[in-house]
């Protein structure tokens, strides 16, 4: 048991250092990760429950098409198909080659549009569960639309998200794993490498799995702190 804890050292032939790289990489692109699909799909639910037919079909597309994708085939069409695109681009507009696509920039890409994809669904059903008075009450107000939505929906839409919203993220914490496909080196791919040369699978993956559930543990205190602060209002409504 000694032995295999001395594979977890920050010495030269300890793994400590490459396992600890690997989670804040892990770490860092799903907190990238976030903010982008959470804008992303906001965009889609205001486009999708808009009144505007055509981007409302387009949006439900685009959401209903990277639902239903799997999420590893989403980051290859970005990676691969994503990176040619730019290089075209950029190419035809200054003469020069780009370079290469990042491998954790094209994981927050597409990582990021699986989550809006599933996130529009919970903010749509969000906005319907707001009752249109509301709307109708600032306009006689003569709020704006952008005032109303601010002061008025987006306290109510975030509270009827959340519990939704923090399903996602943990499912954005699991899916992170597939950036070790492109090479990327978060935590599998670092655990990988570390059964690879150490012929300790079950050690390192037991390793990782520990890793994983305290860090959903502290997300899933985190969000409870969230959702307990943006239901005080309306809990001392209700009583």
């Given at each position: 048991?000694?032995?295999?804890?001395d594979?977890?050292?920050?010495?030269p032939?300890?793994?400590?250092?490459?396992?600890l790289?690997?989670?804040?990489?892990?770490?860092?692109?799903?907190?990238?990760?976030?903010?982008?699909?959470?804008?992303?799909?906001?965009?889609?639910?205001?486009?999708?429950?808009?009144?505007?037919?055509?981007?409302?079909?387009?949006?439900?597309?685009?959401?209903?098409?990277?639902?239903?994708?799997?999420?590893?085939?989403?980051?290859?069409?970005?990676?691969?198909?994503g990176?040619?695109?730019?290089?075209?681009a950029?190419?035809?507009?200054f003469?020069?080659?780009?370079?290469?696509?990042?491998?954790?920039v094209?994981?927050?890409?597409?990582?990021?549009?699986?989550?809006?994809?599933?996130?529009?669904?919970?903010?749509?059903?969000?906005?319907?569960?707001?009752?249109?008075?509301?709307?109708?009450?600032?306009?006689?107000?003569?709020?704006?639309?952008?005032?109303?939505?601010?002061?008025?929906?987006?306290?109510?839409?975030?509270?009827?998200?959340?519990?939704?919203?923090?399903?996602?993220?943990?499912?954005?914490?699991?899916?992170?794993?597939?950036?070790?496909?492109?090479?990327?080196?978060?935590?599998?791919?670092?655990?990988?490498?570390?059964?690879?040369?150490?012929?300790?699978p079950?050690?390192?993956?037991?390793?990782?799995?520990?890793?994983?559930?305290?860090?959903?543990?502290?997300s899933?205190?985190?969000?409870?702190?969230?959702?307990?602060?943006?239901?005080?209002?309306?809990?001392?409504?209700?009583?």
């Amino acid at each position: 048991m000694v032995e295999l804890l001395d594979l977890l050292s920050f010495r030269p032939d300890g793994w400590g250092h490459a396992l600890l790289d690997g989670l804040w990489l892990t770490i860092r692109l799903a907190l990238a990760t976030l903010p982008f699909g959470l804008l992303l799909g906001l965009g889609l639910a205001l486009l999708i429950n808009g009144k505007n037919r055509w981007l409302a079909k387009l949006a439900t597309l685009f959401a209903t098409t990277f639902r239903a994708l799997p999420e590893l085939l989403t980051l290859f069409i970005i990676y691969y198909g994503g990176g040619m695109f730019i290089q075209w681009a950029w190419l035809s507009a200054f003469g020069t080659p780009f370079g290469e696509l990042s491998g954790f920039v094209a994981g927050m890409i597409a990582l990021g549009i699986v989550f809006s994809a599933f996130a529009s669904e919970i903010f749509v059903a969000a906005l319907r569960a707001i009752p249109v008075g509301q709307h109708e009450a600032a306009a006689s107000l003569g709020l704006s639309r952008a005032r109303t939505f601010i002061s008025i929906i987006a306290p109510q839409l975030w509270r009827l998200s959340l519990p939704g919203l923090g399903n996602l993220w943990f499912v954005l914490l699991k899916d992170t794993s597939l950036v070790s496909i492109i090479s990327l080196a978060d935590l599998m791919r670092q655990t990988q490498l570390a059964v690879a040369n150490t012929k300790e699978p079950l050690f390192f993956y037991a390793v990782t799995c520990l890793i994983y559930l305290v860090i959903s543990m502290l997300s899933s205190s985190i969000v409870a702190v969230l959702e307990a602060r943006s239901n005080r209002g309306f809990a001392r409504e209700r009583t």
